[in-house]
C-alpha cells in the first residue's frame, strides 16, 4: 500500500469510528480535522476571538493565549495561498474584512453571502452565521473590536495602524492587517455560547455546501479512493506551506508524451483534504511523531488505534522491572509511560491483537518551503511489528542494578544509542554537534530494528572506542556503560549467534578475564577512599593503556596498588582477603588460557566490557548481602 493510501484509509476508518471533528476536545487534545476546514496556533498576538450576542452586538473581544488552537473552513484556493485574492469564508485576517482594502473584501464578503444564501435557499437558516454577517456591516466594528481587546490601553485605530500602551505604559503602533479574527456568539442555543471551532453542526453546513459548489465543476476517476469527483491540483500546504502533492511549473520537467502534471496522478479535492488532514493530524498529535531535527519527523500509528492509546514510541527508552511490574506505571515518570503495549507483548501479558491491523512508519522531511517529502515509509501486520520490536528490545535489553527497585532491565531507544555512541559529553551531558548526521543515523537505523539487519559495525566499533576512552565520560559513564553493553550484547547475538547475560560469568575467554581484573584494581582503591571524597582510581586513569597493553598495564597497576592494599589490610582486612583471593583465582584463569605469553599484550575486544561490568555488579550484590 502507498502511503497516500494509507494515509487516506486511516481516515475514513476515523470517519467510520467518530473521531473526526471532536472539536470539543479542542482546548486539551489535537483534533483530526474535518475536511474543507483547517487549524491555527496562536502566538500571543496575532489571533482575537470577538464575542458577540444575538443583537450582533460585541461582547467582548481578546486575544488568545500563546498555544490556543481555532479550527476554521476553507476554501480550495484558501487552504493553499500563497499569493493573490484568495479569503477563507469566515475566520480571516483583518485585511479581508477591512473596507478600504476593497478588492479583498468584495471576495470575503460575497464568499460569506454566498454561503448564506445557499443555506437559505435550502430553508436552512443559520443564525450564527447572520449574527456576523450584520456585525461585518457595521461602521467602525474593527475599532469596537480593538477597544474591547485593549480596554485602557487603546489609543486610537488609523486604517491599518494601531496606536496602544504596553504593559509598561509606552505607546506602541501595530500593523493590525495580519492578526486573524475568529467568532463566538454568547447564549445562542439552549443558553451556550457556540465559536466557530467548536460549532460542529456549522461545520457539517459549510462541507454540505462545499460538496454541492464541486457538483457543477469537471470530474475525474481519483487514482487513490476510485471514486469519480472533482479532481484538483491545489492542494494544502503541511509544515507552513510546504507541500506533500504538488504539481511543477517548469515547462523542462515534461517531456514526451507527458505535457503536463495533472497527467501524471490524478487525486480528487475531497481525497487530498483526507489525505492531508490526516497527516497533519499526526503531525500535531505528540503521540504520533518524534522529531528528528533538521526539518525531520518520524510518524508512526496503527490503523485501529489512530490516538496510539498503548503510547508506543520506538524512540523512547524502556525501564522494566525484571521481575514482571510492567503495567504498575501509576507512579512512573511520564517518559516511562511509553512503550507500555511492548512491554506487555515482552511479557506475555498483551491482550489478542487484531490480526487484520497493520503498523505504519514515515519519515516526512520538510524540503523548503514549498515541498515535502517521505524520506521511509513500511507497512507491517500489527502482529508482525510486535514481534519484530519485541525481538530488537529483547537483543538489546540490559540488566542493571537499582537501588530502589532491585534488579531491572533497561531498553535503550535509537536516540539513546546514537547520542551515547556518536555524541559528546559536554557539561555533565552527551550532545551530538551535528544535528543533521543524527537525522541521517535515525532514519538509516529504522531498517537496523524493523527489517531484523545486524547492528552497524561502524557503530559496535565506534561504542568500543567510547568505552575505551573513559576519561572522557566522567558525569555520564554510568549510562555510557549500560549502552555500551547493550550494543555489544547485539553484536554477539547478531555475528556470533552468542548470549550475553550474567550465566556467562564463570567465562575464562581471556578479554573477560582481563574486564573483571580491571574491576577488582578500581575497587581496591575505591574502598579506601573516604567517605566523600571523589577522585579517578589509577585504574581509571590507565584505562584506555590497559584496554591497548593489558598485560604490561596489568603490571603497573600492581605495583601502583600497593599502599591501598597495607592501608585496606589495616582497616578492613575481610574486604583486603577476599579481593586479594579474587586477583589470585583470575590471575590463575589468565595464566592457563591458552597462548597467554604471546597474547598477554594484545588489544582487549569488546568481550572485556562485560568481565567489568559483570564483576562490579558482583561487588554491589556482595555489599548487599
Keep these: 500500500m502507498s502511503v497516500l493510501n494509507a494515509l487516506y484509509n486511516s481516515y475514513l476508518y476515523c470517519e467510520e469510528n467518530g473521531f473526526v471533528d471532536q472539536s470539543d476536545k479542542i482546548g486539551y487534545e489535537t483534533v483530526l480535522l474535518p475536511i474543507y476546514h483547517t487549524n491555527k496556533t496562536s502566538n500571543g498576538n496575532d489571533i482575537i476571538e470577538v464575542t458577540l450576542d444575538k443583537n450582533s452586538e460585541i461582547i467582548s473581544g481578546k486575544f488568545l493565549e500563546k498555544g490556543e488552537k481555532i479550527i476554521f473552513p476553507v476554501t480550495e484556493d484558501s487552504v493553499s495561498r500563497s499569493s493573490g485574492i484568495a479569503p477563507h469564508i469566515l475566520s480571516e485576517e483583518i485585511s479581508y474584512l477591512m473596507k478600504e482594502e476593497k478588492n479583498k473584501n468584495d471576495v470575503y464578503t460575497k464568499n460569506l453571502n454566498d454561503w448564506i ?253 514549498g515541498r515535502l517529502s517521505i524520506k521511509y515509509f513500511r507497512e507491517f501486520k500489527k502482529s508482525d511489528f510486535f514481534e519484530r520490536i519485541s525481538k530488537w528490545y529483547e537483543d538489546i535489553s540490559w540488566t542493571v542494578g537499582d537501588k530502589n527497585r532491585g534488579k531491572i532491565k533497561k531498553f535503550p531507544g535509537i536516540y539513546s544509542i546514537i547520542n551515547y555512541t556518536y555524541g559528546i559529553e559536554r557539561n555533565g551531558k552527551i550532545e551530538l554537534d551535528a544535528k543533521g548526521y543524527r537525522r541521517d543515523l535515525l532514519e538509516s537505523f529504522l531498517s537496523v530494528m524493523l527489517d531484523n539487519k545486524r547492528i552497524p559495525m561502524n557503530m559496535v566499533k565506534k561504542m568500543y572506542s567510547n568505552v575505551c576512552n573513559r576519561q572522557r565520560y566522567n558525569e555520564t559513564w554510568r549510562r555510557l556503560l549500560e549502552i555500551s553493553c547493550s550494543v555489544f550484547k547485539k553484536y554477539y547475538i547478531d555475528y556470533y549467534k552468542k548470549e550475553v547475560s550474567e550465566e556467562m560469568f564463570d567465562n575464562n575467554d581471556r578479554d573477560f578475564l582481563y574486564g573483571r581484573l580491571l574491576a577488582i584494581f578500581e575497587r581496591v582503591e575505591e574502598v579506601t577512599f573516604n567517605k566523600d571524597e571523589k577522585r579517578n582510581t589509577n585504574a581509571q586513569k590507565l584505562w584506555n593503556a590497559y584496554t591497548n597493553n593489558p598485560g604490561k598495564v596489568m603490571m603497573v597497576l600492581t605495583d601502583k596498588l600497593q599502599p591501598y592494599k597495607r592501608k585496606l589490610e589495616n582497616s578492613n582486612r575481610g574486604i583486603y582477603i577476599y579481593l586479594e583471593k579474587l586477583t589470585q583465582d583470575i590471575m590463575m584463569k589468565l595464566l592457563s588460557t591458552e597462548d597467554f605469553e604471546n597474547k598477554k599484550n594484545k588489544k582487549l575486544k569488546e568481550n572485556f566490557i562485560f568481565g567489568y561490568y559483570f564483576q562490579r555488579n558482583e561487588f554491589f550484590k556482595s555489599n548487599n548481602n
Design 117 to 369: 444564501e445557499f443555506l437559505r435557499e435550502k430553508k436552512e437558516t443559520n443564525e450564527f452565521l447572520e449574527i456576523i454577517q450584520r456585525f461585518l456591516k457595521k461602521e467602525n466594528f474593527l475599532r469596537k473590536i480593538f477597544e474591547s481587546s485593549y480596554k485602557t490601553n487603546f489609543i486610537s485605530l488609523d486604517n491599518e495602524k494601531l496606536r496602544y500602551l504596553d504593559s509598561k505604559k509606552v505607546e506602541r503602533t501595530l500593523d493590525i492587517k495580519k492578526i486573524m479574527i475568529t467568532f463566538k456568539v454568547q447564549n445562542l442555543f439552549d443558553n451556550k455560547d457556540y465559536n466557530v471551532s467548536d460549532y460542529k453542526d456549522l461545520h457539517n453546513l459549510y462541507i454540505e455546501y462545499m460538496l454541492e459548489k464541486e457538483k457543477e465543476k469537471n470530474k475525474k476517476t481519483c487514482n487513490i479512493s476510485g471514486k469519480t469527483m472533482y479532481c484538483s491540483s491545489k492542494h494544502r500546504g503541511l509544515l507552513g506551506t510546504s507541500k506533500l502533492i504538488s504539481v511543477s511549473n517548469n515547462e523542462e520537467t515534461y517531456f514526451g508524451r507527458i505535457k503536463k502534471g495533472e497527467e501524471i496522478t490524478v487525486i480528487g479535492y475531497e481525497t487530498s483534504q483526507k489525505i492531508h488532514n490526516m497527516l497533519k493530524y499526526f503531525l500535531e498529535n505528540n503521540k504520533s511523531y518524534t522529531y528528528l531535527g533538521e526539518n525531520s519527523y518520524l510518524v508512526n500509528w496503527f490503523s485501529d488505534d489512530i490516538y496510539n492509546s498503548e503510547n508506543i514510541s520506538i524512540t523512547k527508552d524502556i525501564t522494566d522491572d525484571i521481575f514482571g511490574n510492567t503495567t504498575l506505571y501509576e507512579e512512573k515518570d511520564i517518559s516511562e509511560i511509553y512503550n507500555e503495549g511492548i512491554l506487555k507483548y515482552l511479557s506475555g501479558k498483551h491482550v489478542k491483537i487484531n490480526e487484520n491491523a497493520k503498523y505504519y512508519i514515515m519519515v516526512v522531511n520538510k524540503i523548503s518551503n
